[in-house]
């Protein structure tokens, strides 16, 4: 199985904050996706990244912003945090398609 | 536009009864389908997956889930829960043509009583 681990697993941050959550893969997989889940929502795709310097809006993108500069790492930045955005997040990373191997998860609270 | 719809938000059974978890779609053509578990504090785990061909899907745990086109349908079934089934239960559609993008449902959570 795919090994994907997320940090922090824990953070509360202040609105206006920017924050940077770290996903890492260890299995060079190309394809790359975040997620928030939210109660009666669950889960939506934030963002999602095929390869290196590739990436693309999923369908909550506002306010959220991802960058691919290597294969292993997707990091997720809310440029500034708000309250709305406090939420589970989590990424997923495969190499076929409509493969996804799913981290532990970020709780993100926005005070 | 994709969607995927559980219709049970909880769902409590007995350890050892069956269980049918509901899920059904909204979707053009035919569909890839998915059941993920979740686990309290964890990700999410898949259970099992339906691209082509027969339409009873095994998985793991002793899960499986059955492609009805009529109905629009992919429900979860496992003959005997466990205690250690008790999680919350998620659905989603890969949308073709799309990439890998997937469409979740709002999850079911099951507890299980002894």
């Known amino acids: 199985d795919a090994e994907i681990t997320q940090s922090p697993r824990h953070k509360i941050t202040e609105t206006g904050r920017q924050v940077t959550l770290a996903c890492h893969q260890i299995?060079?997989?190309?394809?790359m996706f975040w997620y928030r889940q939210d109660l009666g929502h669950g889960l939506r795709l934030i963002h999602y990244?095929?390869?290196?310097?590739?990436?693309n809006k999923g369908e909550v993108s506002d306010g959220y912003s991802v960058s691919r500069s290597n294969t292993e790492d997707l990091p997720l930045t809310l440029e500034s945090a708000a309250s709305s955005q406090t939420s589970v997040y989590f990424c997923?990373?495969?190499?076929?398609?409509?493969?996804?191997?799913f981290g532990p998860g970020t709780r993100l609270t926005v005070t | 536009a994709q969607s995927v719809t559980q219709p049970d938000i909880h769902i409590t059974v007995s350890e050892g009864a069956s269980l049918e978890l509901r899920c059904n779609y909204s979707y053009g053509a035919t569909p890839y389908l998915f059941w993920y578990v979740q686990s309290p504090g964890q990700g999410l785990q898949l259970l099992l997956k339906?691209?082509?061909?027969?339409?009873l899907v095994q998985g793991i745990k002793g899960f499986e889930a059955e492609f009805k086109r009529s109905q629009s349908s992919f429900n979860l079934r496992k003959p005997s829960v466990h205690w250690s089934d008790a999680a919350e239960y998620f659905c989603a559609v890969g949308a073709k043509n799309t990439g890998n993008q997937f469409y979740f449902g709002t999850g079911t959570s099951l507890t299980v009583i002894p």
């Open positions: 997923a990373s495969g190499s076929q398609a409509y493969e996804q191997y």
């Open positions: 990244s095929y390869g290196v310097q590739d990436t």
């Open positions: 299995w060079n997989h190309n394809n």
């Open positions: 339906y691209f082509s061909g027969d339409t």
